[in-house]
DNA sequence: TTGAAAGCGCTAACAC
DNA sequence: GTGTTAGCGCTTTCAA
């Protein structure tokens, strides 16, 4: 059994409440009595503890990370924001990787809830666990959501325009002369693809052009999605004269696809991807693609989160933060 | 302020232990009142506190995982393996990131102990934190340590077999008559960086040769740590044959470095790393590797502190798990 | 400055 | 099967 403040009230020959005031330096203990209690508690290896903590002051000093795959070196790079502004913050964070499933999404949900964190930045799966957060948490719980166009009343959301993203790489494609492009993204009800595949849309008709469906292939959102599907669509025969991926993960897997064919890139086939992930600026990949503040929207959530804490507007607020993309163009295109 | 059993108890004209019993599952209730009580809760929105349970129960459900860099491609996927095996054990996790810094690593230890976590699982950043978490958390907290042979009294150590992994690396270069091989790695002091050079001598002493001393470089365990020192090293004027860095994403950083120069891989330099990230294998990288069962390694972490849990043993094990090393052969060798 | 008392939301032991 | 009581470790009134 642990060290408590009894215990060291007791050493002290003093009440157990004057030792919580001494231990968690509020007035009301002269600095005499603060640091023989100090002292003793270091003696003693005493470890508060948070949990009795957090029951009485109802506050928790822990937030929730949902997002959807970890192995993305997207996400990573986003929970690393997370973390150093959560750190900076005094907050802890509690891990929660949705594997892109809503059930097990909704899950993390009530842990979370249950666990009583003080909010929950979440990348979500769909848009519909948003409104089940919302209504399950009540009234009095910080929600930021990230990387997708979902308002909803109660909470703020932080991501890059995605239609602007892909428009403007579309553009960039179509100028190069590039003709013939394909979308290679996930399913459908996901804001980011749905955005994207809109701007896919938008640039071709800056140039007067027109989409064909066959162009466009569903995927999974991962490496081996956007080989599969690459495969797939040249074995139909269509091979297009550039491909725009969903995100940079999907087009490592379409580039894979392409040179395990033998095709050249940018000669044959060029691609384009989406979030700049560090690997994309290797030498021997060199992928063109949309930059997203990856790390400093991840930093923006806790601080978000933290002026809603402090306001305590909570769910009153519905706030947009929509950042710029950003088209870095390398050699695959 | 949200809805406790008590107000439940009071709806259902019932007293909130009998709440407390039906809601948790446990025998003392007749079925008819648990199906009258789980639907009041549905009705009321219920979410109960685990803080308040946790606190009786003397157990959080939670565990904490330290690792020192999430944006290194290894840490997610043992993330992951942590993330996945708790999920189905029903145990939540604190996400620590320590950025390789020794103090980080300390404040992130005393506030998991705090939480009152069920256990810790901790890639450290140097040997000593180790014997400070054990004297911190007493001796009724399991510990699992992960990559590195640290046999300390009262943890779990998790780890391939580093002085191996490297040996064959490196006698997979030297058969294949590469010669003068540098090593690239981090500060000693760390496990893993002190028996890979370990194992990188070894490997030369089979082939009766000696290192020098100049070939063996430090570096940061980054992208950009393997990229400067590689450009030390060849601005130094010895050109390696070949090249043994401490792991993968160093790997990355000597390629792009080689590459850079106009040098060829592996003709005029040959390149090996660590671990085995996804990346290593994508065309135009295919890094000859020595890989570790990563994902595994983060299932077995959680796996072993369950077991530690259920026997509670605790502090009185001491066992390490060596698993073995495979190289992969791509075409950076 | 200090102590006494209450209570955060829950579980567990015991009595009925 | 159900209610009563106590208590987990802490903070926070309120008196002294």
């Not at 949705?98 to 964190?117: F, G, N, P, Q």
């Not at 894979?256 to 064919?261: C, D, L, S």
């Not at 021997?284 to 507007?313: F, N, W």
Request: glycine share 8%; charged share 25%.
């Amino acid at each position: 059994m642990s060290v408590t403040i009894k215990d060291i009230a007791e050493k002290a020959n003093i009440s157990y409440p004057s030792v919580s005031r001494a231990l968690s330096g509020k007035p009301g203990v002269s600095e005499e009595t603060r640091k023989k209690i100090l002292k003793i508690a270091e003696e003693m290896n005493y470890q508060p503890n948070a949990l009795a903590r957090s029951l009485v002051q109802n506050k928790s000093s822990t937030i929730g990370l949902i997002i959807p795959d970890i192995l993305n070196p997207y996400f990573p790079e986003i929970a690393k924001g997370v973390e150093d502004e959560a750190h900076i913050n005094e907050l802890s964070v509690f891990l929660c990787n949705s594997d892109w499933d809503d059930t097990r999404e909704r899950k993390y949900i009530d842990k979370l809830l249950a666990k009583r964190v003080d909010g929950i930045i979440i990348f979500p799966t769909s848009k519909r666990n948003i409104s089940e957060i919302r209504r399950k948490a009540g009234s009095d719980l910080p929600i930021i959501i990230l990387g997708g166009s979902y308002a909803e009343e109660g909470s703020v959301s932080i991501a890059i325009d995605d239609v602007l993203g892909a428009e403007i790489s579309v553009v960039h494609l179509l100028d190069k002369d590039y003709r013939n492009l394909a979308f290679i993204g996930g399913k459908s009800g996901l804001s980011s693809v749905d955005d994207r595949l809109e701007g896919f849309v938008a640039g071709h008709k800056k140039f007067g052009l027109e989409v064909s469906l066959e162009m466009i292939v569903e995927s999974e959102l991962t490496f081996n999605g956007g080989y599969t599907a690459m495969n797939e669509l040249l074995d139909r025969g269509g091979q297009p004269g550039a491909v725009l991926a969903e995100n940079d993960v999907i087009a490592m897997g379409v580039i894979q696809a392409i040179r395990t064919r033998g095709l050249k890139i940018p000669e044959d086939i060029a691609v384009a991807g989406f979030d700049d992930i560090p690997m994309a600026s290797m030498t021997g990949i060199d992928l063109t693609t949309v930059r997203q503040p990856k790390y400093e929207m991840g930093k923006m959530a806790v601080l978000e989160l933290k002026a809603l804490l402090d306001k305590e507007i909570y769910s009153k607020v519905n706030k947009r933060l929509v950042l710029k993309p950003e088209l870095i163009i390398r050699k695959t295109s």
